[in-house]
Structure formats: C-alpha cells, structure tokens
C-alpha cells in the first residue's frame, strides 16, 4: 500500500533591509516534500524551514532502530532555536554553534546508552540579501540551478565520493554500490564534528535544491530539474518527490526546492 506523500507549499517570505536612503528587497519562495520511500519502516530524515531567518536544513538520520530518527530530530530541533538577526554573519555563527550543540548532544547520548553511534547526515541553506552560505557534513546535497545549468556546491563525505574522485566508480555506478550508504563525516558520529563550508552570490532566479541521499540516488536531477525550469518551486518539491517514488524509491527522500524571487 502506497504512503501518502507529506509535503508542505511555502509561501513568498519578503524581507526588507535598508541603509541609508538604499532599500534591497529578496524574494523566496520555497517548497518541501519528505516520504519514508517504499522499503524502509520508519522516516529518519527530517527538514526544517525557517524563512524568516532565511535557513533551511534537511537531515538524515543513522543508527539502528528509532536512533536515526531520534538524531536527525536533535539537529532539527536545535536547528529551530537559532535566534533571527539582522546581521547575517551573527546568524551563520548561531546555525554553526546550533549544529555542534546537536553534534554535543548526540554524543552524550551515545556515550550514556549502549555505545552504539547515534548521527545524522546535515545540510543546510542561508541567504541574505546578496549571499548564501551552506553547511553540510555526510551526503545530504545542496544543488543550485542557474541559468538553466545544475551545479552540486556540497561534496559528499562518503565512501563511494572517494571512489569516484579516485576514478573506480562512475556516479551511477555509484548509485549501486553496497557501500552507498557510507558516510565519512556526520554530527554526532566522530569526536570532533568536520563541517563543510561553501558561501556564493545570490542571483535573482536562482533555485536552490536540499536533499537527502534517498532522493538524488535515485533521480537524474539535471534532467528533471531542466524540464521544470518554469515551475514554482512548490510544486517542484513534490514533483521530485513523486518522480524519485515511482523511480526506485527505496530509501527515505526528503527534498527542500527554494526560489530567489
């Protein structure tokens, strides 16, 4: 029996942010989608949308039964107490200090229980007025379309990453490989938590995509996304969505698609 999709339509968040006589206004609309897929029991990603601190995040979780879920929560919540400021500097050191205070909790955790790794995949999108800046530890992507062309910004911390940066693997080849599911890095699953860090230039008419590994192992992203090159992105989140469940849809798939208007 198919599960329902979850899926939420963000509407247009606008911020103003004036100096002097100058007044800039940036426009985004945002869309998100998760679903469990068609063989896991339960859904370990979560994602959070914060527009009004402009922060978006998804997250996939690891370790045994409920324990990924529990851990993707954690950064989550944590995630969600980050103070809205205007200085977007003071706000990417709040994100950052969030995440390792998930990384922290996590860690305790682990040691208090049975001693088995309680982590979560993370990465996460923030925007002002001109730049953006992404986070991401483990294999959750950040894509941004512009002027038609995909680019990933993050880089997988993954087993089969190095296979392919090595040459003994082909992406789709990847895809397959018994040790995809394989990440190097996660909050909360080594000692010290190793973020990855990218910051850019927004563009009007940018479209960033979040996504947890269920959705673009499954999926050729550029040619999906190329076809849905006018469609607004809350529709597109779910189109992903439906496109990755009636592809292989095996893993849990959570995707977070947002406009610069």
């Not at 329902?4 to 100058?22: D, F, L, T």
């Not at 945002?30 to 068609?38: L, N, Q, S």
């Not at 049975?114 to 002002?128: E, Q």
Request: proline share 3%.
């Amino acid at each position: 029996m198919k599960r329902k999709a979850e899926g939420r339509r963000g509407r247009a968040v606008e911020e103003e942010n004036c100096a002097a006589s100058n007044c800039a206004m940036t426009t985004f609309r945002y869309g998100t989608a998760t679903h469990t897929g068609w063989v896991r029991a339960q859904n370990d990603d979560r994602l959070i949308a914060l527009p009004h601190h402009r922060i978006w995040a998804v997250a996939d979780g690891m370790g045994g039964h409920r324990a990924g879920g529990r851990a993707a929560q954690t950064v989550v919540d944590c995630i969600a107490g980050v103070p809205r400021s205007p200085d977007p500097e003071q706000q990417i050191r709040a994100l950052r200090g969030a995440i390792q205070k998930a990384h922290d909790i996590l860690l305790e955790q682990s040691r208090a229980g049975s001693g088995g790794i309680m982590g979560t995949t993370v990465a996460t999108f923030m925007a002002s007025d001109n730049c953006f800046w992404c986070d991401w530890a483990g294999d959750s992507r950040v894509y941004c379309v512009r002027d038609g062309t995909l680019r990933q910004l993050t880089a997988d911390h993954s087993v089969v990453a190095d296979l392919v940066a090595l040459g003994e693997l082909s992406w789709p080849e990847a895809r397959h490989h018994p040790q995809r599911h394989v990440v190097k890095r996660a909050v909360g699953a080594q000692a010290n938590l190793d973020l990855g860090t990218v910051t850019g230039t927004l563009r009007q008419g940018d479209r960033y995509v979040l996504s947890t590994d269920g959705l673009h192992n499954a999926l050729d992203l550029e040619a999906i996304l190329g076809d849905l090159r006018d469609t607004p992105s809350e529709e597109v989140a779910e189109t992903l969505l439906k496109a990755a469940l009636d592809g292989e849809g095996e893993d849990n798939i959570t995707v977070i698609v947002i406009d610069v208007a």
